[in-house]
Each structure stands twice: as structure tokens, then as C-alpha cells.
């Protein structure tokens, strides 16, 4: 691995918006106060699967309200008006 485990979970912690981190914290019986930094360092040694479930769950929430405002095949059936993609 070219990267520390401790470098993974900081990296995709750092993706994280604050408000969301203090959700994955508050989740977890830890802490919410504080910035970033603060929150990072008190989640940096969750398991990663923690931290990987948590953003497939707000990713999954940010696809459902994309597909709230059009459906797939909506989108599909636009696209294939589209002539020239520049």
C-alpha cells in the first residue's frame, strides 16, 4: 500500500463537509464539537468500513434527490438529442 491507513481515513475524512462530519461523529458516540481538524482527529482511528458505509450513504442520498428532479431515463432520452458533444 503506497499510503498509512491512518493517510486513507485522513484523506476521506477530508472529503467530508463539516456538518457531515459532526453526523459521522455524533454517530458514533463521539464528540461533534469543534472544526474540522478536531473532528478528524477524534475519527481517524474508526474503521475505515465505518467511514466508507457512512459516504456510500450520503452519496446515495445525493443520487436519489438527482433522481427526484429526473429519472434516468429522462436524462438518457436528452442525451440522445444531443448531436455534437464538445
Do not use: C, H
Amino acid at each position: 500500500m503506497l499510503v498509512s491507513k491512518k493517510e486513507l481515513a485522513n484523506l476521506k475524512l477530508r472529503s467530508i463537509k463539516l456538518d457531515d462530519l459532526k453526523e459521522l461523529a455524533g454517530s458514533l458516540g463521539l464528540s461533534t464539537k469543534g472544526i474540522v481538524s478536531d473532528l478528524i482527529k477524534r475519527l481517524i482511528d474508526v474503521p475505515q468500513n465505518e467511514i466508507d458505509e457512512f459516504i456510500k450513504r450520503k452519496y446515495r442520498k445525493l443520487v436519489e434527490k438527482r433522481q427526484d428532479l429526473i429519472s434516468d431515463d429522462d436524462l438518457k432520452r436528452e442525451l440522445l438529442k444531443v448531436k455534437n458533444f464538445r
